[in-house]
């Protein structure tokens, strides 16, 4: 039988010859699997590191950051659909083979490698091969992921990986399913997976009107993360904005997010951001054991960094991350 | 061990189970798609190439992450 089955993340596609994976990048070829954007990035620019977004991890430095087409989601709202929601044939990339990319990303000075925009998950091979010579380089590996994917796998790309922003969209199944395509367990599998084989994990919400912007789904959100990651987490909230195939829902107010911050500092989170927004107070880094402020951010820019040897100046708190 | 009217019905019935079960174990491997985690890399992109151009890296990418 020439049918492949594909049992990198959960979708678990069955493959006739000459079609791909939900992914639109694994194909079969003559009862083959190949990874056809294997060292082909369509996205190759430097990022400034809060970007990802990560606020724990080498603060104020450049990370090359990398992307093929394709993504195993479907999500309604993607704001980068024009990468990740188009077959490769249509998207036109770069030949970067994984040898390549530490040479490029230390030519632009920087201490990281990104492999983000799309979904690394899809472009795995690509992703292990790069790590691999990253770190051989020196450099430092980050995942910017929905974090899709099934076990082995992702315990193989933490082997090679330093810190992760995963995306965890809501607490519910039901949104995982009508908004994306996908399912909830696999994610929460996937953080655990991550932080538990000491990847520096920053987890990131996108806050949606009327979808997952309920102080129930946020607070069960928050408590999940605080039990199954660690209070020292850094949580992400994000503001939604109208794109792709969801135009009909509006912003997030900036008093959603600012609810959505208190419900996680409630539950016990040390370090909680609003992100996409211009708000006091909502990028900075404060210490969980006095409440000095540590990390002064405006946008993406370190207005002042206090971590010292990765604690806190005044009370020697150790705060969680990758500092210098 | 003693060859009694009980081992006997025991040997048949396993005899009889083995002679289902391998030619399926079989079957099945030829009739179910083959299982790939990892997939092959390949040389050929289905899509256009563009050359990598250092002043565009240099910028910030437009995508969120």
Known sequence: MNTVQCDLCPKDCLIAPGQSGECRVRVNIDGKLLAVTYGRPCSAHVDPVEKKPLFHFLPGTGIFSIATAGCNLHCKNCQNWDISQRNPEDVAAYELPPEEVPRVALEHGCRSVAYTYSEPIIFYEYTVDSCIRAHEAGLKNVLVTAGYVNKAPMEKLCAVADAANIDLKAMSDAFYRDVCGATLKPVLDALVVAKSSGVIVEVTNLVIPTLNDGDDQIGGLCRWVAENLGKETPLHFSRFHPDYRMKNLPPTPAGTLDRAREIAEAAGLYYVYIGNVTRRDAENTYCPGCNALLVERRRYAILQNRVTGGRCPDCNQEIYGLWS | ?65
């Open chain 2, 1 to 65: 061990m003693e060859l009694n009217r009980r081992h006997f019905v025991e040997r048949v019935f396993a005899a009889a189970a083995a002679a289902v079960v391998l030619p399926t174990d079989a079957l099945a491997s030829r009739l179910l798609p083959r299982r790939y985690t990892e997939a092959l890399r390949s040389r050929l992109y289905p899509g256009p190439l563009k050359r990598l151009r250092h002043e565009e890296v240099r910028k910030q990418g437009k995508w969120a992450g």
